[in-house]
């Protein structure tokens, strides 16, 4: 096994022709095609997504969905421009209507209740995303959070365009999952996101281009690691499983008791 | 593989005659005892840590130290009352000149030079506590961060407690590890964190002593990932390894180019 | 002169037969009274605002905007609720739209530039009611932000509503304004941010309706001198003025040379 | 009356030979000066404050403390620099000690409990002030906040040193004062204030000298109304103390029903 190290070399951060976004999405193919790829995507094109997995996708989202709203509003709080800060309640408003309204949905078609979404654990890659997009809420920039936003926007409008290309799955929750990741207002999300991230890439310096990558590399990875983890049904790593099963046994019998 | 799900049960928080504190301990044992048994543990007690490992875990605990700090500069912001904000102050002190100090010595004898600890990547266990941490500094209250902060001080006390008790190694740099966390400076901290959320869940209700029960079984999770992590030299799951050794490549090819 | 001492006794906040925000208007009559009796409001509503009195309400109400929606989006990220944060999403996109557009029109009307309202210094009434909205959202809950909010709502309303029952005035920019606080929406909003606390209050302790109580009477006074502020042609008391006039000076004359 | 208007011309923020921070004292010189030879600072340095103003001071002064520490922990969560943070947990800790001591024990000279100095009332200058400080502290970066922190520490050390060199009052309140001012580490946390600063114009564009020049001139309105406020007992502007005051009577009416 190989010591893990630090990158030693500064990555060159020059921009392509094609802006900044789209360096970023080059820069980090392999993560951002092995989301594209996973099986979890395919499934779910498929529409043979397992019923306790796509049960498990909705809870996750759920609390994914929750901490990504409030992100929008802090991105909208932090920014100095008040036409960005309209155009991200614009988004705040269409997502608790439109992503948590189907997922309000699908979870009823699956047997799901509010409470099961509503009091669920984070699996661990859902509270590492959330955590990192909270926290760079509180203190970053809007080109930092805009960075952290893309990867996910991109992967879901590509994933679902190359789904309803090869045609709509049949099983129907499925098939509104493609719908909805089609649907113009979240085309048109990514590419503001993109071009709006691009236009401040021009104006930046290479140090804020350095964290943008980072942080554009980290979502990417961190939607890899959440198909991973629903495909899997893995909560959290072996490491801890034991000890996840045993708090959850103490809680289980101490309120019996 | 059975489905992931809820805990449907909520548990019931009796208060231990021991109070809070050690309530929380005994609730979250498998997770707190698996970190104190941790092999890891044990090779810096027996001063049989391998180089690579020790330096893996400097550059980790370094980034971790950063946040660590931060979130008790953020603690003393949020909390109303002075003399706590003394008290986190005091302690913010003492951690930047003893525990980063330690490390900048241990780090110098291991061949790593300060650059190697600045710039270096966070593994996905360190990302996900730090973020945690300093989302929760932002977001929450004074026992919130408590909550979270006291598993790490109670494992690093115990821990080295149980080793000096054993016979110092004679490896200078794991010894210096152990005599850092038995002197009375962090026995002190940790009994006044335990003391200070006591106060507080004696005059919290029911959903606040819940909301600290889960920060501390995160806590007390991500001390025993992260000691895995140092470990196995495994920075991130297996599931992007490869997505994160080729970001690596790409940056160090066409940095060189 | 007496000395200015802090009031001694507790207030006994039992919350009246209307409801806590109509509790909280009764208490805090005095100042809520006197900024919707104050002559601005009469003049506006006459049509007999002069121009500069009107331009520097413009550049001060423009300034209060900017950090009015902010707060918007920081009470949308600071609530736990997503029908909460949707509803604040979808205010601020009103603001945004409508109160700024009418601004904006009405500043064109009066011969001020976008640069004129854009670079503008805020008077100290509006920078001190700005930096309290501001910081409580960043430190409090989202009752804390409705206390704070709702003065503004209703004296705006309930001034707009007086005046259009006298008569609209002939004056087409006052008639704007009369005519822009008299909407649906507005009323909506001012009704929604009563309730909303009163839902809140009804589950309080009596710390945070003292704490509510305070924020309500701090915005009540301030919309009181902000009033007087732009009547006046005051932007910061005398005792400054001079200071203030000299920077300006400064800046001018260094620019100059 | 001539309308108020925001500054046409951009200053020119050239920095002299002695530094930024020199330069933005003399910018700023106006007001600086006011505060420096405001009468509340000559009368406490010939030790003929009366004690009703001395009572006054003490109330505020430990409102401001509050926040003032407070912010010194957010400027040392904000800062990425674990030197500055440890310094900035230091000053945090002395002004906790010295100043919150010194204030004790003046209060308690005056005949003032702990419950008079905790549950009092900000005057408006108090609360502008210290919101402006507390929001930034969330807001800003750490030269945002140097530069809001410098003209206290600045009037403080420069106006005790004058009274100093004239000779101590006899009044043992006042000496204390001038003596607690004229302290090392009082003169030392000043001077690195200002470098610290001067460091961090030398790498700065025209934007943020801009933002840290505004910023400094407001702390340096807000200390000489601060005085002013404290010399004249009047907490609030006329136009609004009858509503303080009918706020406040039926507060103490409605108690004692």
Same mark, same amino acid.
């Given at each position: 096994?190989?010591?893990?190290?630090?990158?030693?070399?500064?990555?060159? %951060?020059?921009?392509?022709?094609?802006?900044?976004?789209?360096?970023?999405?080059?820069?980090?193919?392999?993560?951002?095609?092995?989301?594209?790829?996973?099986?979890?995507?395919?499934?779910?094109?498929?529409?043979?997504?397992?019923?306790?997995?796509?049960?498990?996708? %909705?809870?996750?989202? #759920? *609390?994914?969905?929750?901490?990504?709203?409030?992100?929008?509003? *802090?991105? +909208?709080?932090?920014?100095?421009?008040?036409?960005? $800060?309209?155009?991200? =309640?614009?988004?705040?408003?269409?997502?608790?209507?439109?992503?948590?309204?189907?997922?309000?949905?699908?979870?009823?078609? %699956?047997?799901?209740?509010?409470?099961? %979404?509503?009091?669920?654990?984070? =699996?661990?890659?859902? $509270?590492?995303?959330?955590?990192?997009?909270? #926290? /760079?809420?509180?203190?970053?920039?809007?080109?930092?959070?805009?960075?952290?936003?893309?990867?996910?926007?991109?992967?879901?409008?590509?994933?679902?365009?190359?789904?309803?290309?090869?045609?709509?799955?049949?099983?129907? *929750?499925?098939?509104?999952?493609?719908?909805?990741?089609?649907?113009?207002?979240?085309?048109? !999300?990514?590419? !503001?996101?993109?071009?709006?991230?691009?236009?401040?890439?021009?104006?930046?310096?290479?140090?804020?281009?350095?964290? !943008? /990558?980072?942080?554009?590399?980290?979502?990417?990875?961190?939607?890899?690691?959440?198909?991973?983890?629903? !495909?899997?049904?893995?909560?959290?790593?072996?490491?801890?499983?034991?000890?996840?099963?045993?708090?959850?046994? +103490?809680?289980?019998?101490?309120?019996?008791?």
């Amino acid at each position: 096994m190989s010591e893990p190290s630090a990158p030693k070399a500064r990555p060159v %951060l020059s921009i392509g022709a094609e802006g900044f976004s789209a360096t970023l999405r080059q820069w980090h193919a392999a993560a951002f095609s092995a989301a594209l790829r996973h099986p979890f995507i395919a499934a779910m094109g498929d529409g043979v997504l397992r019923p306790e997995q796509h049960r498990f996708y %909705l809870i996750q989202d #759920r *609390l994914y969905l929750e901490d990504y709203t409030r992100v929008l509003a *802090l991105a +909208a709080a932090r920014t100095p421009d008040m036409e960005d $800060r309209a155009r991200l =309640a614009r988004l705040l408003q269409l997502t608790v209507e439109e992503e948590v309204g189907l997922q309000r949905r699908t979870a009823a078609e %699956l047997g799901l209740t509010d409470d099961d %979404l509503r009091g669920a654990e984070p =699996a661990l890659v859902t $509270r590492a995303y959330t955590d990192l997009l909270v #926290r /760079t809420g509180f203190e970053g920039t809007l080109p930092d959070l805009l960075a952290l936003l893309l990867p996910c926007a991109q992967v879901y409008v590509e994933a679902a365009t190359k789904l309803a290309a090869r045609g709509l799955p049949e099983n129907p *929750l499925c098939r509104a999952w493609v719908e909805a990741y089609t649907a113009p207002a979240m085309q048109e !999300w990514a590419a !503001w996101l993109a071009a709006r991230l691009d236009r401040a890439a021009s104006a930046a310096g290479p140090a804020e281009r350095l964290r !943008w /990558t980072r942080l554009y590399g980290l979502a990417c990875r961190y939607e890899l690691l959440f198909f991973e983890t629903i !495909w899997t049904l893995q909560s959290w790593p072996a490491a801890c499983a034991a000890a996840v099963a045993a708090s959850h046994g +103490a809680s289980v019998s101490d309120a019996a008791s």
